[in-house]
């Protein structure tokens, strides 16, 4: 059976009871809707840890004004019986004001890594991922933390973090969960029009067909990017936000494609927007 916890304290003392008796703990970050991208993380910290720990909190701290906070989906309910349905130990469940009791006047910022691709359009949105990641992870001190490939920038913002300020957790990063159609899963699905819904397929098709073409050896990561802009703008409804060929590390952009690039793509249908990616490099 899944426990549910809602402070820092009862969590803490949890996590301390089982570390005590040498049990490896895994932990799932997210922000609730679950759907089946999050239960594979959960499933790969099930397989790999002897106690999972997922936690569900809409972290106010990385939605933007005009942005999508009060209406992001939420069913705690559902997600408790998907938790349990899974094998989690326990769900922390916080309110906003567990977590943030005082107004967050300090925050970790993302660098430059913040200020490329989604960067421009979601200001202040990685420091409030970082800052939410860096506080979950004192609180539960996991072995090992899971996310998924889907959020790719976040991914290496969080792998950055880890790595510069020394926090004793192994990260992994899990392939992207699918609809049938190719559309990556995603809470903000539940949002699109069933038109919008057909259409959002065109954001993968985009990123298969970059794809394809470095393996067949395209190397100009500009004429690549223009042919998934293309793509993108012939489907109905679509609003591109970006369509970018990256270095998978840094973020940066490539001109000449040698190594393993970040094929990336951020679109709007009507107030809904949507990230996919996919990795690529030079066929051997």
């Not at 703990?25 to 997922?54: D, K, N, Y």
């Not at 910022?109 to 004192?138: D, I, M, S, Y």
């Amino acid at each position: 059976m899944t426990v549910v916890l809602d402070t820092i304290l009862a969590t803490r003392r949890w996590v301390a009871r089982e570390r005590f008796a040498g049990k490896l703990i895994g932990f799932v970050p997210t922000m609730g809707a679950f759907h089946e991208g999050h239960l594979s993380l959960i499933r790969r910290a099930r397989r790999q840890c002897e106690r999972v720990v997922a936690s569900v909190f809409v972290n106010p701290l990385q939605f933007g004004e005009g942005e999508d906070f009060e209406r992001y989906p939420r069913d705690f309910s559902r997600d408790l019986a998907l938790a349990e349905q899974e094998g989690v130990d326990v769900l922390f469940h916080p309110a906003a004001e567990e977590m943030y009791p005082e107004a967050q006047q300090i925050t970790i910022q993302a660098g430059k890594l913040g200020e490329l691709l989604c960067g421009p359009a979601r200001p202040g949105h990685f420091a409030g991922v970082a800052t939410v990641v860096a506080k979950l992870l004192n609180i539960v001190q996991p072995d090992r933390i899971f996310f998924g490939q889907k959020d790719a920038q976040q991914a290496v913002i969080i792998e950055r973090m880890i790595a510069e300020l020394g926090f004793p957790v192994q990260m992994e990063v899990c392939p992207t969960v699918r609809e049938a159609d190719g559309l990556a899963m995603s809470s903000r699905n539940a949002y699109l029009r069933p038109e919008e819904r057909a259409n959002a397929t065109v954001l993968y098709r985009s990123l298969c067909h970059a794809a394809t073409r470095i393996r067949e050896g395209e190397r100009d990561a500009s004429r690549i990017e223009g042919e998934m802009r293309e793509m993108i703008g012939a489907a109905p409804g679509a609003a591109l936000d970006y369509a970018s060929v990256v270095d998978r590390r840094s973020l940066e952009g490539v001109s000449t494609i040698d190594r393993e690039v970040l094929a990336a793509v951020a679109v709007r249908f009507g107030k809904t927007r949507l990230i996919d990616n996919v990795i690529a490099g030079p066929a051997e």
